[in-house]
């Protein structure tokens, strides 16, 4: 009953930018931890960035520090992932997922997808030149 939506996925050249939109239906996001992870063919699933619900506190998997930012927008109810510098080894499928931490002594996010509860279908990027 609760659904996540993940869009602004698409082609784009190397060095380019893309962002990512994770939109929230039959739930509000203010409580609740957000994760970005991603999953190229051949390869494992791999946390890349979250936000805790209250603070903000952000993670990022190592590959996109300084190139990838996670933000919030309660009044739209989505969690956006900006990428700049894009490159090849960005390519995969992104998929946005969801966790209740109402407790402020909890707040906080990780980067393993056992955390969480609640996923979306997915949106692909690709970057090829």
Known sequence: QYQLVESGGGLVQPGGSLRLSCAA???TLDNYAIGWFRQ???KEREG???ISPRAGRTNY???V???FTI???NAKNTVYLQMNDLNPEDTAAYHC???FRPFPLEDMCILADNYYRYWG???QVTVSS
Do not use: E, L, M, N
């Open 40 to 42: 190229a063919p051949g």
């Open 71 to 73: 933000s919030r927008d």
């Open 61 to 63: 998997i190592d590959s």
């Open 97 to 99: 997922a969801a966790i």
């Open 48 to 50: 890349v960035s979250c």
């Open 25 to 27: 239906s039959g739930f």
């Open 121 to 123: 279908q997915g949106t």
């Open 65 to 67: 520090k300084g190139r």
